[in-house]
């Protein structure tokens, strides 16, 4: 059976517009490794496991660091997540 992939629109992953670019082909499945580029400074995107409740996504040439729940599985949940974050952290009430 041949694995279908999906192609993957950049994430937004702060309110300063710092962007993953997610591997060209990826399924949605979130791995705890490599998951993508960091767009401006093209440094390697990890996810790894920092507790049994959190993973952090972080940037192996910048250092950046952005923790998320660990029942975030694909990158659609990721995605809304960090999404909500960015809202959180600008101070905006989010509607609906």
Not at 4 to 18: F, V
Not at 36 to 42: L, P, R
Not at 55 to 83: D, G, M, Q, W, Y
Request: glycine fraction near 6%; proline fraction near 2%.
């Amino acid at each position: 059976m041949k694995e279908t992939y999906l192609k993957i629109k950049p994430i937004q992953m702060t309110k300063y517009n710092e962007i993953l670019k997610v591997n060209e082909e990826n399924n949605d499945i979130l791995l705890n490794f490599n998951i993508g580029i960091h767009k401006y400074c093209g440094g390697i995107i990890d996810l790894i496991n920092i507790s049994d409740i959190n993973k952090a996504i972080v940037c192996r040439h910048c250092k950046l660091r952005i923790v998320i729940p660990a029942s975030i599985e694909t990158h659609s949940e990721l995605r809304e997540e960090l999404k909500q974050k960015i809202w959180i952290e600008a101070g905006k009430d989010i509607v609906g």
